[in-house]
């Protein structure tokens, strides 16, 4: 007995590649998405580059009240040619100012974390929104082929879950380190002018974490890769156990998806486990690297006071500066560990955007307004990658105006010819030409805007009813909008919706009948106007009544129209004029109301 499917494929059924661009390459090709924004970046980046005078400040009211409220010692000159007299000599009015000072540090600290936050959110927020615009965009552009290679749920998980990694990587990556790099610099500078000794240890410090975070990022990168990858296979498994939950449901296999989906489950934590350990062991070497650290500079402070060069107030703020000296360099280490995932993330979504789309644009189009219908495939062959040619060699011409049916069995090839006539791919030889040009000479906006395309199962979007009448001309007005429907038979139902036209569909049309989904594409094809009609046959699936009324639409939309018919039902070539067979890759070409009924149904089966 055969297995309930396996849990996933291999890495979510795509391929781990063992060679990863190097980080340097990835930062700068996210920067290159971000360039319209780098003079907000470079405001971010100011207002980092704040935060650390303002933290150095922090801990100088401390070292006041102990050397010199507490203690007996001087004030320091820079700070005792700053106050006046009657401050500097009063230990009420020192302890005072200290208190005051350290009230105000903690409101400019929040003041300035504020604004940092919130306009660092928006500026990733309109960044992140228009990088998913431009990969949904590529993604739209691809070939039929490049589609099925790539698979539609791994490339909604790369819009949606992975192209956020461009802000990871430059918000959240490159910002940071540059911020948390100037701040280290200005607190060893600080330091060393109390003590060299200290300065220098708290720099040898850094030596064991530069490398660990190269042995860490290096064991991380393929395994981030493996974990996204397994991720983006259970958002598959969840979209196709919902998307056919009929068929699960009457096959009584919910328990089966079920376990598909724990098992899934349980192996990406698996592979994430890896990369948890890996980060676990980081932070223990991180934690030992900055206690050794702190314990030496403890050791030397302590002795420097003993011998008088330092006073217990230097002590306690070199121990202030040195936390905030392993803060940034933690926070450096901790960046670097955390944009290995960044880096999963942004090669997977870049990777998508950078997919080169194989339907070439003329570089001097010819003008398309409204064609004429003369449609002909001149030799025409073509297959998938890696596969047998769908279709060899078709050869046939057709005169504005005709009725087309085109019948085969099933993957014989018969939408294969209508993607080949709207280019969503290209012949692998052979030309296809419309009024007399080939379709590769023509922008292919303008190409596509030529037809009106109405399937069996309706393609209706998350909108309003006009909304989705009006997606073919989104110029059109309200009074065009209503005459299209009115055609289509379809105002009448939309009228008496709680909103009329302004009244939500939802998800692909839940909330319309079949009859009136089907209506509602109707009301858009004869809104767009299109001269070439492509039908899958869009009334099959309903009953008769419905049927007759949206029949009788369609032969209405078909008139003056060159029209393809792609038929399931012989009964739905009574309207064409001729015939397309399409069997084992061949394209033959019969009379309409005249073919042979034996032709039609050995080439139907």
Not at 90 to 114: C, D, R
């Amino acid at each position: 007995m055969p297995t309930v499917g396996s849990p996933l494929p291999q890495a979510g059924g795509q391929t781990v590649r063992t060679r990863r661009p190097q980080p340097s390459i990835l930062y700068r090709r996210a920067l290159r998405e971000a360039r319209p924004w780098l003079p907000q970046l470079a405001v971010i980046l100011a207002l980092g580059f704040v935060a650390t005078p303002i933290a150095l400040l922090a801990p100088i009211p401390v070292k006041i009240v102990i050397d010199n409220v507490l203690g007996d010692r001087p004030l320091p000159a820079l700070i005792d040619g700053w106050l006046p007299a009657g401050v500097a000599g009063s230990e009420e009015a020192l302890l005072s100012l200290s208190v005051a000072f350290v009230l105000l540090v903690a409101l400019v600290k929040a003041i300035h974390g504020t604004i940092e936050f919130l306009y660092r959110e928006t500026v990733a927020d309109r960044m992140v929104r228009r990088f998913k615009g431009n990969v949904l965009g590529n993604a739209l552009g691809l070939s039929l082929a490049q589609d099925e290679d790539k698979g539609v749920v791994d490339q909604v998980f790369r819009i949606n879950h992975d192209a956020p990694a461009l802000q990871a990587m430059t918000i959240w990556g490159v910002l940071p380190l540059l911020v948390s790099g100037m701040s280290v610099v200005w607190v060893l500078s600080v330091t060393a002018f109390f003590s060299g000794a200290v300065a220098l240890v708290a720099l040898a410090t850094t030596v064991p974490l530069i490398l660990l975070i190269y042995v860490s990022q290096r064991a991380l990168c393929d395994r981030w890769h493996r974990v996204r990858a397994f991720e983006s296979g259970i958002t598959r498994l969840v979209y196709e156990a919902l998307g056919a939950q009929r068929v699960v449901v009457t096959c009584g296999r919910e328990g089966d998806e079920v376990e598909r989906l724990v098992a899934a489950a349980r192996s990406c934590f698996v592979a994430r486990f890896a990369v948890l350990t890996i980060e676990c062991g980081f932070k223990v070497g991180l934690a030992l690297a900055v206690g050794v650290g702190t314990a030496a500079i403890i050791h030397l402070g302590a002795r420097d006071v003993q011998s008088g060069r330092l006073t217990p107030g230097d002590f306690v703020l070199l121990l202030s500066y040195m936390a905030q000296l392993y803060e940034p360099l933690k926070a450096i280490a901790l960046h670097i560990i955390g944009q290995q995932a960044a880096f999963a993330c942004g090669e997977r979504a870049f990777e998508l955007l950078e997919t080169p789309k194989t339907i070439a644009q003329a570089a001097d189009p010819e003008p398309l307004c409204k064609a004429r219908g003369a449609v002909e495939f001149r030799g025409v062959t073509f297959g998938y990658p890696g596969g047998r040619p769908v279709l060899r060699r078709a050869s046939f011409r057709i005169q504005p105006g005709t009725c087309v049916g085109i019948v085969g069995p099933t993957g014989s090839g018969k939408s294969t010819l209508i993607n080949l006539l709207v280019r969503l791919a290209d012949p692998r030889e052979g030309d296809i030409r419309l009024d007399g040009i080939d379709i590769r000479r023509y922008r292919a906006t303008d190409l596509r805007r030529q037809f009106s395309i109405m399937e069996q199962e309706p393609a209706l979007f998350t909108m309003t009813v006009a909304g989705n009448i009006a997606y073919g001309r989104p110029d059109a007005t309200p009074a065009e909008i209503e005459a299209a429907a009115r055609r289509a038979r379809a105002h009448d139902f939309v009228a008496a919706l709680p909103q009329g036209y302004d009244s939500m569909v939802g998800e692909r049309g839940a909330r319309l009948s079949g009859g009136e989904r089907q209506r509602i594409c109707l009301a858009r094809a004869f809104l767009k106007d299109a001269p070439i009609l492509v039908l899958d046959e869009p009334t099959s699936a309903l009953d008769q009544e419905t049927e007759a009324a949206i029949t009788a639409g369609v032969e209405e939309l078909m008139a003056g129209r060159t029209t393809f018919i792609i038929a399931h039902r012989l009964s739905t070539l009574r309207r064409a004029d001729m015939i397309l067979c399409v069997q084992d890759g061949r394209v033959t070409v019969e009379a309409g109301a005249g073919a042979a009924p034996a032709t039609l149904a050995a080439a139907a089966e």
